[in-house]
């Protein structure tokens, strides 16, 4: 069994846990990263695996407006609660590809490129407005960077320019 079976079969009986559990007390996540942290493993393999490229950044207890229940709840009693504030997003350096190649995203948005490639291989990040020094990615790495100011940015990793590129938007 490889390590991604199990991974994938941890996060899948730790979901049905959470799912039992009841936990009134605010999640106490490692989600405040710093753009000068890089290079790492992030602590939960499995926080890209799922394909979704967008995360809150901050995490906050919804509450329910008890005049007007129908209003903020579906048929099954879930509270649907819009997400505010500054969102994370993900770049996955894999299969020699930038997945997802485009972003856009608000001013004050995180993206976090993460080097998953098979075969292991270390990648050069490179900003072509210099927003950034080339970064070196280890496998397994990461590279942050908040974007505060509006425009279009682009990147690519040196070497594989073609199929490793993209566009970050920020609105």
Not at 20 to 35: A, L
Not at 51 to 75: K, L
Not at 117 to 131: A, D, I, M, Q, Y
Request: charged share 20%.
């Amino acid at each position: 069994m490889n390590i991604r079976s199990i991974t994938i079969f941890l996060l899948l009986a730790s979901l049905i846990v959470a799912g039992c559990v009841s936990d009134d007390s605010q999640d106490d996540t490692d989600e405040n990263i710093t753009e000068g942290e890089q290079n790492e493993t992030p602590a939960d393999e499995n926080e890209t695996m799922n394909g979704e490229n967008e995360t809150p950044a901050d995490e906050e207890t919804p509450t329910v407006d008890n005049e007007t229940p129908e209003e903020n709840t579906s048929g099954n009693g879930v509270v649907v609660v819009p997400a505010t504030g500054p969102m994370t997003y993900t770049v996955n350096l894999e299969n020699f590809l930038a997945l997802p190649a485009n972003l856009t995203i608000n001013s004050g948005d995180t993206v976090v490129w993460f080097n998953r490639n098979s075969p292991t291989r270390n990648f050069v990040l490179v900003s072509n407005e210099g927003l950034w020094e080339d970064q070196t990615i280890g496998y397994r790495g990461r590279h942050i960077h908040t974007f505060n100011e509006t425009g279009t940015y682009t990147y690519k990793v040196q070497g594989y320019e073609e199929r490793m590129k993209g566009t970050i938007n920020v609105i």
